[in-house]
């Protein structure tokens, strides 16, 4: 593998050592991750959000049965 050097703002890098450790990795690795993701071959899922992005608001009803008190009626009898 070859290495490079790049000049990250301090924030970037504090960002970067907090995601490391995150991820129980090292800051190479969170880099190669992100530059995998960004030229669009990366090996990172999306999360269910990113995934169904375009269905997100597309369904009409109650956003949450739970509280909808009759949407229960007769639950667990």
């Known amino acids: 593998m070859r290495a490079i050097s790049i000049k990250l703002p301090d924030h970037l ?8 450790q995150q991820r129980h990795g090292n800051r190479s690795a969170v880099l190669r991750e992100a530059l995998e993701a960004f030229a669009g071959r990366g090996t990172a899922k999306p999360s269910v959000t990113e995934a169904a992005a375009d269905l997100v608001g597309s369904l009409r009803g109650p956003k949450d049965l739970s509280t909808a008190a009759r949407h229960m009626a007769g639950y667990g009898e």
Do not use: I, K, S
């Open 13 to 20: 890098d504090r960002e970067l050592t907090a995601l490391a």
